[in-house]
C-alpha cells in the first residue's frame, strides 16, 4: 500500500505570511490532489496535478507535483484567516485505483 | 439532494451496541468510498465500491465492520458490538470516476461517540 506523508502537521502563522505544506511518498502516483477540510465538514477538491512538474496556481495558492510524481506541495502567498482549515493531500493507490489519504497539515492563520 | 448525504449526522451508543450509518451518494456516480477520521486526524480508508466490482474491504479495521451498497446506490456502513475506539467522523465520499484523479464529493460525516 502506498503512503502519503504530509509536513508540517500543524502550522499557526500569522496574516500575511507565506508558507508552504509539503506531500511526500516513496511511490509513485499517476496524480495527486489537494483538499480543504473546514471544521464539520467533508474535504473539498482545491487541485489536481497530472504531469511531473507541473505547477497549478489558484489565486494564492500554487501547487507543484514533483518531477518523478512522488510528491507535490502547496504554497500559500500572504495568508488570510479564511485559509485556516486542515490541507490534505490525496492520490490514487495504483494498486486497486482507490483514493487514499496523506494525514494532513492543520493550518491556522491569525488575524 | 445535489450532494453526498449521510445520517445520522451525530450518533451516542453504548458500548457493545450495533450502529448503523447510512450514505446517499450523488445520484449516478459508480465509485463510493467510506473513511474514518478521527479527531484532528487525517482520512483513513475503510472501503470502496466501483460499479459492480467486488468491494475492496482492504481498510476494514476488524470484522466487526462492514458495508454493503444496494443496487449501487445507497450504502451502510455497520459496526458490530461498538467500542470506545470506534469514536469518530465516518465520511462518505462518491465519484463519477473508476479510476484515481477523480474528484471526490464529501458528505458531511457522522459523528459516532461510542460510551
Known amino acids: 500500500t502506498q503512503l502519503l506523508e504530509q509536513s508540517p502537521q500543524f502550522l499557526s502563522i500569522q496574516e500575511g505570511e507565506n508558507l508552504t505544506v509539503y506531500c511526500n511518498s516513496s511511490?509513485?502516483?499517476?496524480?495527486l490532489q489537494w483538499y480543504r477540510q473546514e471544521p464539520g465538514e467533508g474535504p473539498v477538491l482545491l487541485v489536481t496535478?497530472?504531469?511531473?512538474?507541473e505547477v497549478k496556481k489558484l489565486k494564492r495558492l500554487t501547487f507543484q507535483f514533483g518531477d518523478a510524481r512522488k510528491d507535490s506541495s502547496l504554497h500559500i502567498t500572504a495568508a488570510q484567516p479564511g485559509d485556516t482549515g486542515l490541507y490534505l493531500c490525496a492520490g490514487d493507490d495504483t494498486g486497486g485505483f482507490k483514493t487514499i489519504f496523506g494525514a494532513g497539515t492543520r493550518l491556522f492563520v491569525k488575524a | 439532494g445535489a450532494g453526498v448525504s449521510q445520517s445520522p449526522s451525530n450518533k451516542v451508543t453504548e458500548k457493545g451496541k450495533d450502529v448503523e450509518l447510512r450514505c446517499d451518494p450523488i445520484s449516478g456516480h459508480t465509485a463510493l468510498y467510506w473513511y474514518r477520521q478521527s479527531l484532528g486526524q487525517g482520512l483513513e480508508f475503510l472501503i470502496y465500491f466501483q460499479g459492480n466490482s467486488a468491494p475492496d474491504k482492504s481498510g476494514l479495521p476488524s470484522d466487526r465492520f462492514s458495508a454493503e451498497r444496494t443496487g449501487g446506490s445507497v450504502s451502510t456502513l455497520t459496526i458490530q458490538r461498538t467500542q470506545q475506539e470506534d469514536s469518530a467522523v465516518y465520511l462518505c465520499a462518491s465519484s463519477s470516476q473508476s479510476t484515481g484523479a477523480g474528484e471526490l464529493f464529501f458528505g458531511e460525516g457522522s459523528r459516532l461517540t461510542v460510551l
Open positions: 496535478v497530472v504531469t511531473g512538474g
Open positions: 511511490s509513485v502516483f499517476s496524480s
